[in-house]
């Protein structure tokens, strides 16, 4: 795809009747960048950039349709059809176990990530891994956006990725994006104990069509699940994790709380107070219930 879309600009340049030089000047960048595009010998574009060459090249929106499957070529295979989906999903509910998933991700946090990792391959590979996770979050914004529900472990708040500071901001970031009205998060504590998703990262996609996909990732690796039996149980885990996590209000005031400095997030009150709690803030925001049966508590037995 990097391929063609280097072609697809050398041919549009030449229509135009402009040198590698020229267009980079049109561009802002350097005549050896346009090089690299053209011949697929470099960091592929930015998505900026795709935009500004579009432009540039009357190219009439083709470059910046194809982009999305160029970008996808700087993530391993087991990741790329995952995205594919996610591009089509109208409704994306994430379990974040390890870090903030990467819709919600702020650029310092998605480069202290990124910049880790078996599969990475430079400078470059990280630049292009960097742009093309910001730029999946244009969804967000979208006229089609997904309504997203994001379970994050407590875990993924303690975990200083790229220092205190730069995880301030992304707390800060998730607390704002969580204003949306599309959007939802809430914050699984450490006093839950073992759950059905240990050891990895969920993701359940519902597409235009109603189907449903399943995507779980590790460090190293990611599965996607389409099978329809497979899939209902992952939503069914997904959806015991819902029930058991703290209510969104009460989630939001302990990633405040971690964002401060202070300990008053680690004063969780029992199940039995949080659903408590739940009921009365669904009913205060308008009976809002949790899709598809989420909104049942799994049976627990009476703590001794």
Not at 18 to 46: D, F, M, N, W, Y
Not at 103 to 116: F, G, H
Not at 124 to 129: A, I, M, P
Not at 205 to 231: F, I, K
Request: aromatic residues 6%; hydrophobic residues 40%; glycine residues 8%.
């Amino acid at each position: 795809m990097a391929a063609l879309f280097g072609s697809r600009v050398r041919r549009l340049r030449t229509a135009a009747g402009l040198t590698q030089a020229e267009l980079g000047a049109k561009t802002h960048v350097v005549a050896s960048r346009i090089t690299q595009i053209e011949r697929c010998s470099g960091a592929k574009p930015t998505l900026e950039l795709a935009r500004v060459l579009d432009e540039v090249l009357r190219a009439d929106g083709l470059l910046v349709d194809l982009w999305p499957y160029v970008y996808r070529e700087a993530f391993p295979d087991w990741s790329r059809a995952f995205m594919a989906h996610s591009e089509r999903a109208v409704s994306i509910r994430e379990y974040g176990a390890h870090l903030v998933p990467g819709l919600l991700q702020t650029e310092e946090y998605a480069r202290a990530v990124l910049s880790v990792g078996l599969s990475l391959q430079g400078e470059e590979h990280l630049e292009e891994r960097v742009s093309a996770r910001l730029g999946r979050q244009d969804r967000l914004t979208a006229a089609d956006r997904p309504a997203l529900w994001v379970v994050l472990d407590e875990a993924v708040l303690r975990r200083p990725v790229g220092g205190w500071a730069v995880m301030r901001g992304q707390l800060a970031h998730v607390l704002a994006t969580a204003s949306d009205r599309h959007i939802t998060v809430q914050v699984l504590p450490f006093e839950q104990g073992e759950h059905d998703v240990m050891g990895g990262s969920l993701t359940i996609l519902e597409l235009a069509d109603g189907s449903e996909v399943a995507y779980t990732e590790g460090a190293h690796y990611g599965q996607l699940v389409e099978e329809p039996a497979e899939v209902e149980r992952f939503r069914l885990f997904y959806d015991r994790l819902r029930a058991a996590a703290l209510p969104p209000l009460m989630s939001l005031d302990m990633i405040r709380s971690v964002m401060e400095g202070n300990d008053r997030g680690a004063n969780i009150p029992s199940r039995t107070e949080r659903r408590r709690l739940a009921q009365e803030q669904s009913q205060q925001s308008g009976g809002r219930q949790l899709r598809r049966g989420g909104n049942r508590s799994p049976r627990h037995r009476p703590r001794p």
